[in-house]
């Protein structure tokens, strides 16, 4: 028995147009989504369409109507808990707005994003989240603006684009959260970051790639050098980018003649590895040392003590790049816009005064 339309697995457009009782042509542009059609023919093409379960053939459609109603976003490291929660704001947008999301990982590498990058633009997705990795070389991005493909940054900035950015306001939670360690008599405070330099030291600012971690130890070192603290440069660690690498470094801060009596965890999965440090090295927070992390991941809420945090607003950085990439896929011009979200110091118990000298 030959097998009807209806029951075939690759129904047609022109299956589709024979059951509606109209031309191909016809049948395209409602299926489309393209040209003028009156309400009845649409209406009898759509019940055709749904009758024998048709699905359109995506290359072919975006090859007509130029779009293909994909989404590609690229962050830095998709195991860190603020990029997971991140793109699930991204995703729950584009999926009211009718898009499809293609996630891809850098690894916070430039070639690795580079690669990602290119490879998205071949799948002719319509338009780009991207989380840059290094700032100082956003070539690849600005050819993205320059072919007047929607793009959008999350959670970093970079000075040379002229596109839809969306950040949390790091410096000033940075700020906080130090001012609140030295009200505490803290004066050794260190600041671990996942960022690197090229000899794994810290100097400047300048020598963080990553413009939301820069913006952070700006805050931090302004509030120091408010207070009047000298040498706080040092007490910048960098490369901090592995849980080995961040045990290293805790354990040499702590073998060090003059050991941190505070602890800035840049992230959240560095802030773990901390707090696994000092459990091995059988120091009490925080009687021992004062700890506080950015991002409220999920355990930072039931250790013992719970750590202090920076609450930033992860879900609503996803949503609000979403929204804006959407908005110039649905025809909006004009300057690329800067979006700022608000941050929120949660103070819990992992933090107390400074010890003593003698301690």
Known sequence: MEQSPARSSSVTVADVAREAGVSKATAARVLGGYGTVSAKVRD????AASALDYRPNELARSMTTGRSGTIGVVVGDIENPFFSLAVRGIT???RLAGFNVILSNSGEDVAAEKAAIRTLVAKRVDGLIVS????GDVEHLKDIE??????ALLDRSARSLNVDTVIADDRHAAESVTRLLIAQGHRRIAYVTACDTADHVFRTPEDIYTDSVRRRIEGHLGACREASLEGVEQWVCVGANRPEATRQIVMGMFRSTERPTAIIA???????EVFRVTRELGLILPDDLSLVSFHDADWTSVTSPPVTV????VYQLG???ARLLVGRLKGETGEGR??????RLIERASVGPAPSPAS
């Open 92 to 94: 729950d947008v584009a």
């Open 44 to 47: 009898a093409v759509k019940a």
């Open 132 to 135: 840059p990795a290094k700032e």
């Open 319 to 321: 949503e609000a790049a």
């Open 146 to 151: 320059r072919s007047g493909r929607p793009l």
């Open 266 to 272: 840049s992230d959240s999965v560095i802030g773990l």
């Open 310 to 313: 920076v609450q930033q607003p």
């Open 338 to 343: 800067r979006v700022v979200l608000d941050t």
